[in-house]
């Protein structure tokens, strides 16, 4: 069954769910002349049967992973788009994972200062986050996500045979995202997934659409309350500044949802330090995201250098520390007093 849930930004546009790309997107082109499809070598032989017959397709292939997402692949992309003469009435596809998206995102938002673009999520983590929202983006030598444009796709379509293929690593860190939209809007997400291990979810296509949907649903909500990220927006970063820190103290060894599964048990221990969350909620994150084989500990030892990189959180103010916490499920806030003692002992909870 094909789901269809609006997104409230800069513009409105569709999320379809459920739906086969090829058909849909074709579609989609017939108004624009000419389009550019971005894919990585990964998706080299599910891509070469794509044939639009009323719209002029280019195929522009970039490297695999965070290998998209550099200044020289973006560099390539609008040099190439120069020689062919794209103009403001064509149109960019991104077909991959967020790494995809968010590269083709951000030509699309830079070029002739932003033309029209296609989002066509590969990965869970691209389904129910990267490919939502509108921030578009690529790494910089001095860190990850640091240039980028908001700039809201037309449309976004969701075909979720593509998962088929996905390794279970990546199938699981894609299920961080859907568990923690659980713990901060929609409580029936940890109902549906509790109990369950990876293979129960993966061999079930309804229960997989299901938290695909109900996780669309809620950053669109999130996002449409908030397009630019004040607290609204910020809540989509539960368990994520811990999490930002452990990806670069693991030098990007972990997946960003395996860091942000520990990111989200640190932020629910540290909402109980604060005397906010019951100590049943708290085991659930560690119970959910166990059963699915992510991880939820991280060396004692690291809490010296993971410390001053939470400093460089996005979110903190001046020299104050602000984290997304829980004073129940779906009940979110915002901790901005915690001390050094506290995040310690939150942090000890959680460590290996
Ligand atoms: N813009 C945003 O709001 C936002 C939000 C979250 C994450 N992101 C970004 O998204 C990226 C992470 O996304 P990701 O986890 O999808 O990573 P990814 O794009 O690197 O994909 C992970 C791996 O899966 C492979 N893959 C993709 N689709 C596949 C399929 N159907 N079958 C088999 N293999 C497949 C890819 O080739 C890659 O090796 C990061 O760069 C992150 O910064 C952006």
């Known amino acids: 069954m094909i789901h269809t849930i609006r997104v409230h930004a800069e513009h409105e546009y569709e ?30 032989d599910q891509i070469k049967d794509f044939q639009p017959e009323n719209t002029e397709i280019h195929y522009f292939e970039v490297a ?25 009435s064509d149109a960019l596809v991104g077909v991959g994972g967020g790494t995809i998206t968010d590269l083709a995102g951000f030509a699309a938002a830079s070029w002739l200062r932003g033309i029209d673009w296609i989002a066509v999520p590969t990965t869970v983590a691209g389904m129910v986050d990267a490919a939502i929202g509108g921030k578009t983006g690529i790494n910089s030598d001095y860190g990850k996500n640091l240039i980028g444009a908001f700039h809201s796709p037309q449309k976004v379509l969701i075909d979720t045979s593509w998962l088929k293929t996905l390794s279970d690593r990546d199938f699981a860190a894609g299920l961080a995202e859907v568990v923690k939209c ?7 997400i940890l109902e549906l997934i509790k109990g369950k291990n990876l293979s129960q979810i993966r061999g079930d296509g309804a229960l997989v659409q299901d938290l695909i949907t109900r996780s669309v649903a809620v950053k669109a909500h999130v996002v449409a309350s908030d397009f630019k990220e004040s607290f609204g927006r910020e809540v989509l970063n539960y368990g994520h500044t811990l999490g930002h820190a452990i990806e670069t103290h693991s030098k990007y060894s972990l997946r960003h949802g395996e860091a942000v599964a520990i990111g989200l048990v640190f932020a629910a221990q540290l909402s109980g330090v604060k005397g906010l969350l019951d100590s049943k909620s708290i085991a659930l994150h560690e119970q959910i995201l166990n059963d699915i084989g992510l991880p939820t500990k991280y060396p004692s030892d690291a809490w010296k250098h993971l410390s001053p990189l939470l400093a ?3 979110k903190s103010r001046g020299h104050q520390l602000r984290f997304v916490g829980l004073s129940g499920i779906g009940k979110t806030l915002r901790i901005e007093d915690a001390n050094e003692s506290e995040l310690r002992l939150a942090y000890e909870r959680i460590s290996s």
């Open 15 to 44: 999320v379809v769910i459920g739906c086969d790309w090829q058909i849909v997107l074709k579609q989609a082109l017939d108004s624009y002349t000419r389009v550019a499809l971005i894919y990585s070598s990964a998706m080299r």
């Open 64 to 88: 695999d992973g965070e290998g998209a997402k550099t200044a020289q692949s973006v560099q390539s992309l609008w040099n190439w788009l120069g020689a062919a003469g794209f103009t403001r």
């Open 182 to 188: 659980g713990f901060i809007v929609d409580e029936q």
């Open 312 to 314: 460089l959180d996005k």
